[in-house]
């Protein structure tokens, strides 16, 4: 049995502690002496202890309190040396050291720093768009690490489970071209040209611009989704070690896939769009069906319908490659994954919009 025996001797407070302490539960009249203005300093006594656990070091340790808060000494006699061991290391305080704040680096440092990360961002990607546009060529002479089934699997969903979507889609952009043409054309009396506004505008560039910006967020992201589920899951790192290249098994299919698609996407798209003006041509500005499809054939030109194409071809590469890269190199967790995915559509629409105005500038040279 415990005992705990206390007494105030002037004004000092006497602890005698004897017995085994086992699942002690303190002593709350100990507490309040040791905190009352009479006490000025706090013996404890522990020659007669037996044995002992941590609901013992928990008394010392409030007693301990008590006199640091008062600012009155505590004395420990006899205590076993584990417990006393103990009740310092639990009183210990860590040594304050000073935080050195880092001095702020200047503009010209900030500046040298962002262009090495830049640097080391643009060699970082060109070399995986080196590697992957070899991987396409190999996989054109047949000499690399791609299964057949992986390719119609991306070939699937890249092309026809997209065909709905880019259709409605095309669609209603040629019928909105259409109505804003016929805004300015009716001024005129010339809105039988709507058929030629809206035949040159889709198949020149429109078509493959919504086909693109319509695989980005469809297909392109769901590359990056993958591929970065499988690096948190640690596939990708699973296939590194067995010798199995990445570029070949994971992005050759889906950056062939979608290479193939595209210019097929921005066709219909350029179909479909044609048949939306038509509709608003038609049924809207009361343009007879042979009109307006008379006045669309002799705008038809197979220089702006091939450009679109070769434009459709280029973002289909845009996309696969942007959506991939952030896939590889996603974080290891959902947030990574999910960061991956919304910079690939991202980076695939910028990159789309900067290869339009530099193809639409070298055509413009070249007088195309």
Same mark, same amino acid.
């Given at each position: ?87 310092? $290391?639990?009183?210990?305080? =860590?040594?304050? #050291?000073? !935080? ?7 503009? &010209? %440092?900030?500046? @040298? ?22 991987? $396409?060529?190999?996989?054109? =002479?047949?000499? #690399?690490? !791609? ?7 991306? &070939? %699937?969903?890249? @092309? ?209």
């Amino acid at each position: 049995m415990p005992n705990l025996d206390f007494v105030i001797n002037g004004d000092v407070l006497k602890v005698a502690l004897s017995g085994d302490f086992l699942h002690f539960a303190g002593n709350p009249d100990l507490y309040q002496t040791a905190g009352s203005t009479r006490v000025k300093s706090i013996i404890v006594d522990g020659k007669n202890i037996g044995k002992w656990d941590s609901s013992l070091l928990l008394v010392l340790f409030e007693l301990a309190q008590i006199a640091k808060q008062r600012q009155i000494v505590l004395e420990k006699d006899n205590l076993p040396p584990g417990l006393n061991r103990m009740l310092d $290391l639990s009183l210990a305080v =860590k040594p304050h #050291t000073d !935080t050195v704040l880092a001095n702020k680096s200047d503009f &010209l %440092e900030r500046l @040298g720093g962002w262009g090495i990360d830049i640097w080391q961002i643009f060699n970082k990607g060109l070399d995986f768009v080196l590697e992957n546009v070899g991987a $396409l060529f190999r996989f054109l =002479k047949g000499k #690399t690490v !791609t299964r057949k089934i992986d390719f119609l699997f991306a &070939l %699937e969903d890249c @092309g026809p489970k997209a065909v709905g979507i880019v259709s409605l889609i095309s669609f209603m952009v040629g019928l909105i071209l259409a109505f804003v043409g016929a805004i300015q054309l009716k001024t005129f009396g010339a809105q039988i040209y709507v058929a030629s506004l809206v035949t040159i505008g889709m198949t020149r560039i429109m078509g493959a611009i919504m086909a693109g910006v319509i695989m980005a967020g469809r297909t392109g992201a769901s590359f990056a989704a993958t591929l970065g589920t499988m690096q948190v899951n640690e596939e990708i790192d699973a296939l590194k070690t067995m010798g199995i290249p990445v570029a070949d098994f994971l992005i050759l299919p889906r950056l062939a896939a979608l290479v193939l698609v595209m210019p097929l996407l921005t066709m219909l798209a350029d179909f479909m769009g044609m048949l939306g003006g038509g509709f608003v041509g038609i049924l809207l500005l009361d343009i007879s069906a042979g009109e307006y499809w008379k006045y669309s054939w002799e705008a038809w030109d197979m220089v702006n319908f091939w450009v679109g194409v070769f434009h459709g071809f280029v973002f289909g590469f845009i996309i696969a490659l942007c959506g991939c890269y952030y896939g590889v190199n996603s974080g290891r967790n959902a947030d990574g994954v999910g960061v991956a995915t919304t910079r690939a559509v991202v980076s695939s629409i910028v990159w789309m919009i900067v290869a339009t105005g530099v193809i639409t500038a070298i055509f413009e040279r070249l007088g195309i």
